[in-house]
């Protein structure tokens, strides 16, 4: 039994940062990996990062190196991508999402947070 809650979406300009947040709770000792996804409205849900909970490293989507960063705090409570020099392009529904170890498959996932970007 696991919760997500995200928040910190809104509008933001091109060029702009913002940062999103993910609170999990419930029985999440046995999650091993957390990520971030995003779905544009008329396209399919595309991965952005992950990091791996234990160690804490992280993987990025080609469209977001070296602009988004994923973290997570000490508690591994609250995860986190703080997104810079944002682009039209990144306009989408945000979700959080969370991996069991020896899953391939993501198993929990947040309610979403719209983040638009205007020029």
């Known amino acids: 039994q696991v919760q997500l809650v995200e928040s910190g979406g809104g509008s933001v300009q091109a060029g702009g940062s913002l940062r999103l947040s993910c609170v999990a709770s419930g029985y999440t000792y046995s999650m091993h990996s957390m990520g971030w996804f995003r779905q544009a409205p008329g396209k399919e849900r595309e991965w952005v990062a992950t990091i791996y909970r234990r160690a804490g490293d992280t993987v990025y989507a080609d469209s977001v190196k070296g602009r988004f960063t994923i973290s997570q705090d000490n508690a591994k409570i609250t995860l986190y991508l703080q997104m810079n020099m944002l682009k039209l392009e990144d306009t989408a529904m945000y979700y959080c999402?969370?991996?069991?170890?020896?899953?391939?498959?993501?198993?929990?996932w947040g309610q979403g947070t719209q983040v638009t970007v205007s020029s």
């Open positions: 999402a969370a991996r069991e170890g020896g899953r391939r498959e993501w198993g929990y």
